[in-house]
């Protein structure tokens, strides 16, 4: 095997052994990935780790019930959230 297919090889290796560290996964399909997982690497990119959002574009999470995050979510989901911020964020997710 030529050095240029090995290269090739031991990318491809290592991007599909990362895609299987579910702890570290971003794949919101995956229902083997966690909640906090998820929370972790996505939701704290704009709400914060903590849930306490630094930027007035995005709300704070912490301290919500879950049975209202849960309905805002479905919301996004269904895309019958018509909000701006809707659209613009949380319709992709």
Same mark, same amino acid.
Do not use: A, H, I, T
């Given at each position: 095997m030529n050095f240029a $297919?090995?290269?090739i090889v031991a990318v491809a290796a290592a991007v599909l052994a990362g895609c299987g560290?579910?702890? $570290?996964s971003r794949d919101l399909g995956n229902p083997n990935v966690s909640a906090t997982t998820l929370a972790q690497q996505i939701c704290s990119n704009c709400h914060g780790l903590t849930g306490n959002a630094v930027s007035p574009n995005f709300p704070k999470l912490a301290g919500q019930v879950e049975a209202y995050t849960v309905a805002q979510l479905n919301?996004?989901?269904s895309h019958n959230r018509q909000d701006p911020a809707g659209f613009e964020y949380m319709w992709g997710l």
């Open positions: $297919r090995l290269s560290n579910l702890e $570290r919301g996004f989901k």
